[in-house]
Every structure is written in C-alpha cells, then in structure tokens.
C-alpha cells in the first residue's frame, strides 16, 4: 500500500474517527486492549500508549502479546485486540486494503514518520570527511575507504547473516553494481550479532564500513551512520521479480523499498473510543528518535515499560505536540 493509497483511505474515513467528539472530553475511554508487539520499537510504543491512555484519558489498558501476522489476523477476524501500535503494512497489503475498505479495520497515525528503511549505510564519520560519496556507486569507487577484514587490500561489502532474506538483496545489489570487478567482495558476518559488531568495531577503530542494515534499530541509535542513495528509484517490479530473489539472474540497479509503518485499530474501536483515536492520530515518531531510545534500552538491558518511561521524560518535545494541555498536565503529574 502506497502512502497516496493510505491517504486516500482516511480521508474517506468518517471525521469523527480522528475526532473527539463531546463524550471524550469527559474522559470517558473504557478498556482497551493493544498488542505488545514482539519487537522492541513496537513493544515500547504499546506502553507509551498505555501509560499516556490511562494517565490522560482515563482509558484501562491490557497489553496482550502480538506478532504481524497473528495479530492482524486476530484484528481481522475477531476484532481485538483494538490497537496494533507498529504495522509494517506491506507484509499485509492485499488482506489490510480489504479489510479497510470493508469497514474492519482503520488506520491511524503513520507511527514511524520516516517509514522502515532499508539500504547500504557508511559510518557519519566517513560521510563527513568525505561528502563527495553520496551515493552506493560513489562509494563502491573508493575501496580503500572500507577495507575487507581479512583482505585490508580490497574492499569489502557487509551481508546480512545466511537465511535473511537482505542476504539475497544485497548480494544483488553487490552484482548490479558490479562490486567485485571495482575491488570489492562480500563479507560474510555469520550471524545478527556478528553484523552488529562489525559496525562497533568501526566504530571504535573509526574505520570504514559499507554494508546493509536497517533503521530504526538500537545499532544506529547508538552509532550514527548515513544511508547511501541508490542512485535510482525503486522499481517494484523489478524488485519483487528480481532483486529480492535468490534465482535473479541479472539484476540492475534498485533501491530498497521504503515500508510503510502504522498503527492500526479496529473499526468498533474507532468508532466507540474518539477520546484515543484522538491520541493515536498523531502519535508518531522519527526512525533517528525511535534509535535513540533503543540504543538506552540496549545499553541498560532495560525493559519495554523502562524504555517507554525514558522516552517521555527526555522526549517531552515530541509526545506534547500530540496531547491536548490538560492531558500533558496528567501524563507529567504521572511522570
């Protein structure tokens, strides 16, 4: 589902679905179950929304266990929980446009405003000194920027660990760009770990690093490193057909997809509980925001419910614009 798409989806919603009728300035909200998602940026963002819903709004939240799939089946299907607070709607286009537009489920707020991103990523300290690289060729010009850790002599280019499916993309990009005949090879870090400490070490060492990763994640919270355009657009087709599959024969040039993000409720939620939907219409935040609370969650092996109290007490810029003066009063007196 495109973003033109989804827009074009809420504007057909009904206005009181992300408006608060008179009932929700009484704070009446009732009970609400959200999914706790099984990852970090999701699981943190189910106990802002808990902690902000029963402390502004009155709302009595249960946080349930919830996964993509499982979850939007059951929200589908069933009708609870109410709130997936971290949809990465491409896994589930066909089935969530469907449901959409059969009055099942509706979207909210796009809760990572920069989307899922995907891509080659070189260290800041690399791009800073170095501002003519910009773009995957630009770099993949310079192989004694990011030498091979076992070969120093030649380049080398950073997989994603066996059995993910990024090994393929990458490896593909790899061959479109021709990387080896630029002086470059394919680094195989073994596990999730293993990519994770290739960047620390860099980082430590402040040498080069090229290769894949994704954002928001705690490794680019903590290090900051810079995406490298494609130098072309995504072409959908030819990603789909080609450049994410591991029989592609000639791959060209492409840009990682950009996953669209959201929240998503129940229709009988939205249309019973205006008072949260209020909230979950603009709750959002930036991927460089979201990397920043989870690298402190990674660093002080902190829980979902730590991590979403250190957000609202060090981010107090972003979660005040989506809340009403009255309700921030409340959340701070509960801080």
Known sequence: MNKKALAALLTAL????????????????????????????????A???????????????TLVTGDTMPTFTSMNEKGEPDIAPELWVNAVKVALDKAVSEDRLVIAA??????????????????????????V???????????????????????????????????NRF???KAEEKGFKLVDTGSAAGLDGSIANAYESKKGWLGYYWAPTAILGKYPMVKLDAGVPNDKKAWDE????ADCVDPKPNAYPTSDVFTVVTK?????NAVAMDYLGKREWSNKIVGEF????????GTNEDTAYYFLENYPDVWKAWLSDDVIKKVEDAL
Not at 47 to 61: A, P, Q, S
Not at 242 to 245: F, G, M
Not at 268 to 272: D, R, S, T, V
Not at 294 to 301: E, F, G, I, S
């Open 14 to 45: 009904p206005l009181a679905t992300f408006s608060a009728p008179a009932f929700a300035a009484d704070g009446e909200c009732g009970s609400v179950t959200e999914a706790e998602m099984n990852w970090a940026s999701a699981g943190v963002a």
């Open 47 to 61: 106990w802002v929304d808990k902690i902000i819903l029963e402390n502004g709004y009155g709302c009595d939240v």
């Open 110 to 135: 796009e809760i990572l405003k920069d989307g899922g991103e995907e891509g080659w990523w070189i260290p800041k300290y690399v791009a800073d000194e170095h501002p003519e690289i910009k773009t």
């Open 137 to 171: 060729d630009d770099a993949l010009k310079h192989p004694e920027l990011f030498p091979d850790p076992e070969e120093p002599s030649i380049g080398g280019v950073y997989n994603c660990p066996s059995g993910w499916n990024c090994q393929i993309s990458t490896a």
């Open 175 to 177: 061959k479109a760009h």
């Open 242 to 245: 080609c450049n994410s599959q």
């Open 268 to 272: 009988e939620f939205a249309q019973n």
């Open 294 to 301: 989870l690298a402190w969650q990674a660093d002080n092996q």
